[in-house]
């Protein structure tokens, strides 16, 4: 049996994030119908960041990408996620984190059944996991 969890991105993008990024995320919100060229097909075998609106977490999934007036670009979703599907968390803040607007908080994952998330990091223009 598989454990689920829910995943949260919650990103400021610099406002000159390139557009092979831009389509990459767009893919990956199921905002359109394929993965554009240059996108690693083993790291990016398939959308991650499309709500399901069958999803089990409470309120639902969701996901937004959009140009913003205090970032040049802001990313928030929050989705479910099967375990299996956790390894491709890393190319996805590899994509990421080279834009990322500044150092800080990316987002977080945790079990559905659990309390404390496990919060990940943007810092020098790569990721890591949040060390207390």
Avoid: K
């Amino acid at each position: 049996m598989s454990l689920h969890y829910e995943v949260v991105l919650a990103c400021a993008l610099r406002d000159d994030l390139p557009h092979d990024v831009i389509a990459a995320l767009h893919w990956h919100l199921g905002e359109r119908p394929g993965p554009p060229p240059g996108l690693d097909p083993d790291a990016h075998a398939y959308p991650l960041l499309e709500p399901d609106p069958q999803s089990a977490l409470p309120g639902g999934d969701f996901a937004s990408l959009r140009p913003g007036d205090h970032h040049g670009w802001g990313l928030f979703s929050r989705n479910l996620w099967l375990d299996d599907d956790l390894g491709r968390l890393d190319a996805l803040l590899d994509l990421l984190a080279p834009h990322a607007e500044q150092d800080g908080y990316a987002g977080h994952f945790r079990a559905t059944d659990a309390t404390d998330p496990t919060v990940f990091v943007f810092r020098g223009g790569g990721h890591a996991l949040h060390e207390s």
